[in-house]
Structures are given as C-alpha cells and as structure tokens.
C-alpha cells in the first residue's frame, strides 16, 4: 500500500461548488503540506502543518482552507471553486528534510 | 527571497550517453536539496537528497552534487535509458524553515 494516498484522484466539478481534496498518510510523519502544479509554474505551497494544532498559510493560500483531523490526515477545500483553481493538487509529507509525495488529484473547474 | 531555476526546460539525448541536469538557487543558506522524478500525470518520486553538510549523493546511475557557495547543484545520470524519460525536478529546503522551493523542472526524453 502506499505511504500517502490521495482522494480523489480525479474530480471534475462546476465554478461555484465546494470540494474537498483528502490526503492520508501510514508513515508516522507530522508535517505535511498541499501544493497545487500549474504548467510551467513548478509546484507552489497552498497550506502546511507541523501537527494537528499547527496551520500555516503558504504562498497560495487564498480560495482554500485546511483542516488536519489527525496526525494521518490532511484535507484541503475549495470553499468555491473557480476555474483558475483548475490544477494538479499534491499532498506530501516530510521527515528529517525529505518529503515524500502522494499520486497527486487532477482537479478540473467547469 | 529563495528562488530555484533549472535550465534547460527540455532536453533530448540519444539512449547510452551521459548527461547532466542543472539547479540553481539564489540563497546558500539552505538545509538540504532533493532531486525527484515525476512521470506525465503522476506524483514526484524521491530520488536524491543532499543534506548542507554533503558534497555529493549516489544512487544506482544517478548522482547528485551540491556547491552552496555556487548556489548550484547538478543530477548526473549515467548510461541513460528510455526508462528514464520524465520530468527531473529539485527542491530547496531554506534554512530555518520546514519549507520546499521548487524549481519548474527539466523535461528529459531519452531517444532509443
């Protein structure tokens, strides 16, 4: 089984609704991070955390919301979505300086 | 700010020959750089991390070097392969934060 798995994997939805992108993980790690991958731009930092109490805005973090239920999971929402918001979206985790990567979720805004 | 270039976007090489992959990044004060592989569509796979205090990591026909002073790093891929087709991506770890800054990658293709 994989050591961070992502649902969805893909998600096609309409300008307006709310989504929720869920990430888990079996490694043990606390710090785990959203990005989202837009062509040509890299991978940018949308929101991160250190531990369930521990919350951090990264560079895009505005549209978006997080919620850290659990050490395992990390959950990102598009409160409304909007077609800019139209991307590869990553979660990963890290550990003594390595971050480790989920499959990635292709979220698509009509 | 800590920005992270790679050059060249894209390359093309004939299968068996040697190549190397460029990073550069503006901050030398950094805590380490990892070298990952991401195939179309799929999620980045770890293949190298160079802690500050390392000169150089080995792994089967990669190796990856680092020189903070520069603001560089290079991945050294042996022998390339097909197989090794992919987008090489490094990533930067600031100093004094859990951060990562990504640069956008080097889409290699390995002609057979």
């Known amino acids: 089984d994989a050591d961070v798995t992502q649902t969805p994997r893909n998600r096609i939805t309409k300008t307006g609704k709310r989504i929720m992108l869920e990430c888990s993980q079996t490694k043990g790690h606390d710090r785990m991070y959203w990005y989202r991958q837009d062509p040509g731009l890299g991978l940018r930092l949308i929101y991160y955390?250190?531990?369930?109490?521990?919350?951090n805005k990264g560079e895009i973090s505005d549209g978006y919301s997080v919620s850290r239920q659990a050490q395992a999971k990390f959950s990102l929402s598009l409160e409304s979505a909007i077609p800019n918001q139209t991307a590869l979206y990553f979660c990963?985790?890290?550990?003594?300086?390595?971050?480790?990567f989920g499959p990635g979720t292709r979220l698509t805004v009509l | 700010k800590q920005e992270v270039t790679q050059i060249p976007a894209a390359l093309s090489v004939p299968e068996g020959e040697n190549l190397v992959l460029n990073c550069s990044f503006t901050d030398s004060a950094i805590y380490n750089l990892q070298w990952f592989r991401q195939d179309p569509g799929k999620g980045l796979t770890s293949l190298l991390l160079i802690q500050s205090s390392q000169r150089e990591q080995t792994s089967g026909r990669l190796n990856a070097s680092l020189d903070k002073s520069s603001g560089r790093s290079t991945l050294y891929i042996a022998a390339s392969q097909p197989g090794d087709s992919a987008t090489y991506l490094c990533?930067?770890?600031?100093?004094?934060?859990?951060?990562?800054?990504f640069g956008t990658g080097t889409r290699l293709k390995v002609l057979a």
């Open positions: 990963a985790t890290s550990q003594q300086g390595a971050q480790y």
């Open positions: 955390s250190f531990d369930v109490k521990d919350i």
């Open positions: 990533a930067v770890n600031p100093s004094g934060t859990y951060k990562y800054i």
